[in-house]
């Protein structure tokens, strides 16, 4: 009798304990995450690199994470509107795309931002590295950068360049190339690559430059003319295209960078269960051969590295955005 008693509470606890373990309430309180689709936001208009670069890494992400990563474009204010929005985000499933702009520029050209690089996030994984390209019009009648800064003081101020805005990649690309060639042109900020280029293919700008994933289609179909790579070596791309350093400029080397960050109020498991989900897609094959075809490089860093590597870019580009003076639109 007594045995029987003892095996049916047993039974009573196990089937009791199989039913809370099984229940939503019991996944919930173990914090199981993701548990609904992540969105990762890109600070930039639809059509650029940042665009490439997280529909590529977001589609391998959510393979393996458990739940849909989906892109949502916020647009404006130099990508301080997105910054501000994932900063102050609770939900623990907004994540969102840093870049060389929001995280190594804007801390330098706002004299106050909505958020805080350092602060409010928490550095996940470096995704992607771009090379710059320059490009004009191909009415223009240059074939090279030499050409083009001989065109441009022959014709000083007459000439308009476009970038994504102001302290965009973009932007400190011709900027230091006006530094250093001592040339003078009208910057004409945007709000987004997108909207730059198809004014810059409709002749209403001459000039760019432009992170390579967004100009291979237009260089290949003669709608743009690349006069110079930012690389230290020739796109294997666009081999008969010298870069910046070739035509006189030596030591110049200019890309594009995009790494994922999280709210820093998100627990530590999420962050790194993030963290290895990011570098397990940006170092696999598919997205590897996604972005090389685009003339992408996929880093997929640890978080660690990341960090350093944000430190470092601000140190290089603070001094450089205090030469140029760089102001944000409406200052």
């Given at each position: 009798?007594?045995?029987?008693?003892?095996?049916?509470?047993q039974l009573l606890v196990s089937s009791g304990a199989a039913a809370l373990t099984?229940?939503?309430l019991f996944v919930s309180a173990q914090g199981a995450w993701p548990?609904?689709?992540?969105?990762?936001?890109?600070?930039?208009?639809p059509g650029g690199s940042s665009e490439i670069v997280a529909?590529?890494?977001a589609g391998e992400m959510a393979k393996t994470i458990g739940q849909n990563v989906f892109v949502d474009n916020k647009p404006g204010a130099a990508g301080n509107?997105?910054?501000?929005?994932?900063?102050?985000?609770?939900?623990?499933?907004t994540l969102i795309l840093g870049h060389i702009g929001t995280l190594a520029v804007n801390p330098y050209i706002f004299p106050k931002l909505p958020y805080d690089a350092a602060r409010d996030f928490v550095p996940v994984s470096l995704?992607?590295?771009?090379?710059?390209?320059?490009?004009?019009?191909?009415?223009?009648?240059v074939k090279n950068l030499k050409e083009f800064v001989a065109y441009a003081k022959a014709k000083p101020g007459q000439l308009n360049y476009g970038s994504a805005g102001n302290g965009s990649a973009g932007h400190l690309a011709f900027e230091y190339v006006k530094m250093v060639s001592e040339t003078f042109m009208l910057h004409v900020p945007y709000r987004g690559t997108g909207p730059m280029l198809t004014d810059l293919m409709a002749g209403r700008l001459q000039a760019a430059s432009v992170g390579a994933p967004a100009l291979l289609p237009f260089i290949k179909a003669g709608k743009l003319r690349c006069i110079a790579t930012g690389t230290a070596q020739?796109?294997?791309?666009?081999?008969?295209?010298?870069?910046?350093a070739e035509q006189g400029y030596k030591g110049f080397e200019m890309t594009q960078w995009y790494g994922l960050l999280a709210p820093s109020k998100w627990p530590k498991a999420n962050i790194a269960k993030l963290e290895a989900e990011a570098v397990k897609a940006a170092r696999g094959s598919i997205v590897k051969e996604r972005?090389?075809?685009?003339?992408?490089?996929?880093?997929?860093?640890?978080?660690?590295?990341?960090?350093?590597?944000?430190?470092?870019?601000?140190?290089r580009w603070k001094p450089v955005i205090a030469r140029a003076q760089i102001k944000p639109e409406g200052a």
């Open positions: 009798m007594t045995s029987y008693s003892l095996s049916r509470r099984a229940s939503p548990a609904k689709p992540l969105r990762l936001v890109v600070p930039f208009a529909r590529a890494v509107i997105a910054m501000q929005e994932v900063a102050n985000s609770t939900d623990e499933h995704l992607s590295k771009v090379p710059s390209l320059y490009v004009v019009h191909p009415d223009l009648p020739r796109l294997p791309q666009l081999p008969d295209v010298p870069t910046v972005l090389a075809n685009d003339t992408a490089l996929a880093v997929g860093s640890s978080a660690a590295e990341f960090d350093a590597f944000i430190k470092a870019e601000q140190a």
